[in-house]
Structures are given as C-alpha cells and as structure tokens.
C-alpha cells in the first residue's frame, strides 16, 4: 500500500509539471475511447433494433382475387401446423384499402381514379422469434406459394439480413478505427511518460545505486499513464453524454420513431465502466513501454 500511494503521489505530481504534454496524452486517449463508444453506441441501438424487427418479423400470404373461403381456410390451417407463426390476420381488399389510404394519405385521390381496388386480400402471419426460424420460413413459404388460391408470399428477411450485415460493418470499421486510435493514444501516453523519465533520469539513477525497489523506480510512471488513461476515459463518456443529449430530442427521438424502435439509449453502466477500465489499461500499456524501454 505504502509503494502505492508513493506511486500515485508521485505520478500526480509528474502529470503537473508536465500538464501541456499531460493534456496531449489524455485529450488523445478521449479521442480513441470517444469514437470507439460513439460505435458503440450506434451498434447497441442496431441490435436492438434488428432484435425488434426480428421478432415483429411478418409472413405476409398475397390471395387471388378469386379465392375461395375453402382455399382461405386451408391456407390458414397451413400457416397454424407450421409450427414457426405465432399469430394471423386475415386482411380483406377493403381493410386494405383503408390501410393503404390511412397510411399514405397523399396518394388516396390517386388510388380513387383508377376506379376499383387493385389490393389484394391478404393473410399476415407474425413470426415466431427464435434460431432456425429463417429456414423453416423459406420452407413454409415454399408450400404455401403451391397452395390454389395464393397470389404471392412475402417475407421480411431479405430487410433483416441486410440489417444484420449493415451491423457487422459498422462494428467492424468501429473497433478497427478504435484499435488505430488506442495504439496512438499508447505511444502518446509512453512519449509523455519517457519525456517524465528523462527528466528525473539523475534522482533514478541514484534510487537504484541505494537498491530502491523496481515498484517506487518505475512504479511512478506506469500509474501516470493509468492516471492519463483514466481520466481520458473520464472525458471521452462526458463528451458522449452531452453529445448524445444534444442530439437526443431533437434527431434521435424522431429517429425512434421513424424507425419503430421504443427508444435510442445511451450505454448501459457496464459499458461505460469497461470504457473507463479499457482507458487505464491503454494508459497502463503506454506507462510500462516507457518505464521498461528507458
């Protein structure tokens, strides 16, 4: 405990004297961690978006105009023994003439002039959320477009593939640039630290002639990077918050709901203390390439 508190004394003082070079380090350690969680953020809110999605997904059973209520009814018993539809609607031509007018409002006097309804009747089927699911869609999809009576079948996987993929990318150009940015931050910090070791190089050098141990000789300058990276860290999250509460009401909550989404949230508390843990370890690293490479 002794050797801890001399370190952290000592590394307090050291990040004084040298604050301008200090500043550097940790404004470039913000930066990292800063872009890394904004990533992060934007990946979190897709997958809670793609998982929403995932379990709104819908099977939707197009029916010719000449179908049949036998037809119908065999094609909703195909839908219920499937085993991957959790519930189904059946939605008549003029339901889905409301529908259509309802939600696209301005095209209502257009849809009048062609004087009959050209919406078909149509059965939606929610799915069941769950592994395999796809794969037992595509099979159910591939007997009811069989079935007499079944104009077209659609399924929303294709859309949600594409989310999943567009996810992945964006998380993986995120910890990339991440990755980047923290190895500078780590030279920064080491630059900083050597910078403080050149400086005290005489008082050290007189520590290991009287067998001072390695713990107070470079202790010092491993805990100035853990300070630098801590408070980099520190930074980084209040930058993300005001960032995101700037955007909040005005972007991101119109965004929600454009996107059928119950909200846009910040990291959870685990995250953000990981951030500020990975932030001490960046400077850590930085802290012991100086103390051992002097």
Same mark, same amino acid.
């Given at each position: 405990?002794?050797?801890?508190?001399?370190?952290?004394?000592?590394?307090?003082?050291?990040?004084?004297?040298?604050?301008?070079?200090?500043?550097?380090?940790?404004?470039?350690?913000?930066?990292?961690?800063?872009?890394?969680?904004?990533?992060?953020?934007?990946?979190?809110?897709?997958?809670?978006?793609?998982?929403?999605?995932?379990?709104?997904?819908?099977?939707?059973?197009?029916?010719?105009?000449?179908?049949?209520?036998?037809?119908?009814?065999?094609?909703?018993?195909?839908?219920?023994?499937?085993?991957?539809?959790?519930?189904?609607?059946?939605?008549?031509?003029?339901?889905?003439?409301?529908?259509?007018?309802?939600?696209?409002?301005?095209?209502?006097?257009?849809?009048?002039?062609?004087?009959?309804?050209?919406? $078909?009747?149509?059965? *939606?089927?929610? /799915?069941?959320? &769950?592994? +395999?699911?796809?794969? !037992?869609?595509? #099979? =159910?999809?591939?007997?009811?477009?069989?079935?007499?009576?079944?104009?077209?079948?659609?399924?929303?996987?294709?859309?949600?593939?594409?989310?999943?993929?567009?996810?992945?990318?964006?998380?993986?150009?995120?910890?990339?640039?991440?990755?980047?940015?923290?190895?500078?931050?780590?030279?920064?910090?080491?630059?900083?630290?050597?910078?403080?070791?050149?400086?005290?190089?005489?008082?050290?050098?007189?520590?290991?002639?009287?067998?001072?141990?390695?713990?107070?000789?470079?202790? $010092?300058?491993?805990? *100035?990077?853990? /300070?630098?990276? &801590?408070? +980099?860290?520190?930074? !980084?999250?209040? #930058? =993300?918050?005001?960032?995101?509460?700037?955007?909040?009401?005005?972007?991101?909550?119109?965004?929600?709901?454009?996107?059928?989404?119950?909200?846009?949230?910040?990291?959870?508390?685990?995250?953000?203390?990981?951030?500020?843990?990975?932030?001490?370890?960046?400077?850590?690293?930085?802290?012991?390439?100086?103390?051992?490479?002097?």
């Amino acid at each position: 405990m002794r050797a801890l508190r001399y370190a952290i004394e000592e590394a307090a003082q050291s990040l004084w004297r040298g604050r301008q070079a200090s500043l550097l380090s940790t404004l470039t350690i913000a930066l990292a961690l800063f872009v890394l969680g904004g990533f992060l953020v934007v990946t979190a809110n897709l997958d809670r978006l793609g998982s929403e999605w995932s379990r709104a997904a819908e099977l939707s059973v197009y029916l010719k105009d000449e179908a049949t209520p036998a037809e119908r009814r065999a094609i909703e018993g195909t839908l219920a023994s499937s085993g991957v539809v959790a519930t189904s609607e059946y939605v008549s031509k003029s339901d889905a003439l409301a529908r259509f007018k309802q939600t696209f409002s301005d095209l209502s006097n257009a849809l009048d002039t062609l004087g009959g309804n050209p919406l $078909p009747a149509s059965i *939606e089927a929610r /799915l069941r959320p &769950g592994p +395999g699911t796809s794969d !037992a869609v595509d #099979a =159910l999809a591939a007997r009811l477009q069989q079935l007499p009576g079944v104009a077209d079948v659609r399924f929303d996987r294709q859309w949600l593939a594409r989310l999943m993929s567009a996810i992945g990318l964006i998380r993986g150009v995120g910890l990339v640039l991440g990755a980047v940015l923290t190895i500078a931050a780590a030279l920064t910090v080491a630059n900083v630290v050597r910078l403080a070791l050149y400086a005290r190089r005489d008082e050290l050098e007189i520590m290991q002639l009287v067998g001072a141990p390695q713990a107070y000789i470079r202790g $010092p300058f491993v805990m *100035e990077g853990v /300070l630098q990276g &801590g408070a +980099g860290a520190l930074v !980084a999250l209040a #930058a =993300l918050g005001v960032a995101f509460l700037a955007l909040h009401g005005t972007y991101l909550v119109p965004l929600a709901s454009a996107m059928n989404i119950s909200s846009v949230a910040f990291l959870p508390l685990g995250i953000c203390m990981l951030l500020v843990v990975g932030g001490m370890a960046v400077g850590c690293l930085g802290g012991l390439v100086a103390a051992w490479n002097r």
